[in-house]
């Protein structure tokens, strides 16, 4: 990276965060919580809503994850352009990789014939790799959007392309849990949550080319954002990973109690 495009990359350090980038993932962490509230409010029979088939669902859980993968991959771009070292990047990375196990642990009790073994967390652990080495080995922006554009396009290809080229025994190795953490598949896995590569590694692509370009293009951005909303909202994306731990456990003992006073429990 030439120090000339370094000297336009404001400072992230613990004193000074990019403000906006840290906003627009508390807001898909705002947006996560309630509709993780209403699933759960479902899940206790409070209200009966169909998650897993109703489009007013289905569209917002989509919308949810591609803002927090496409907020993971400019966090990535700029992280590289900060010359954040692998040392600090592995850190994390365990980070994400270890809550990804607890979450799967905590859903086997909750739902053992569902439970999450490759989910947003398991899914990201995976991206962020292949992310970063795309970004240091400095892939340009315009291949970035393109292997996006390629991935989301697979989603909607795969299942047609397989059925009618593939034989069975290729689609059920396939749609296995092996396997199917790639996206390939022509049927969506029974779990409470599925994030594959294919299509959502895109979303974390065009993450990165927009924070590469936003970088080298519009450097304050990311930075401004110093509404009250705003603060609110980076402090929440500050903490994003612990938030995203902490935010079923705290909801779920709340309705729980709830059921207690009100004899629903």
Known sequence: MSPQYRSHIPTAGPAQRLQRLDALRGLAMLWMTAFHFAFDLNHAGYIH??????????????????????????????????????????????????CALLVTLGSWFMFPRSFIYFGVLHGLAVMLIATRWLLVRRVSGAALLVAGALLVALFWLAPA???????????????????????????????????????????????????????????????????????ALAGLGRWSLSYYMLHQPVLIGALTVFGWLTGRG
């Open 49 to 98: 809503q169909n998650f897993y088939e109703n489009p007013v669902w289905t569209w917002q859980r989509s919308a949810i994850v591609s803002l927090f993968l496409f907020t993971a991959g400019m966090g990535q771009a700029v992280a590289v352009a900060q010359g954040q070292g692998w040392p600090r990047f592995w850190r994390r990375w365990a980070q994400v990789a270890g």
């Open 161 to 231: 392309a397989l059925s009618a080229w593939a034989g069975g025994s290729v689609i059920e190795a396939l749609n296995s849990r092996p396997l199917n953490w790639l996206g390939l598949v022509t049927r969506k896995p029974i779990t409470e949550d599925y994030v594959p590569l294919i299509p959502w590694l895109g979303l974390v692509l065009w993450g990165a080319a927009a924070g590469r370009w936003l970088l080298a293009h519009r450097p304050g951005w990311l930075a401004g954002g110093g509404s009250v909303p705003g603060r």
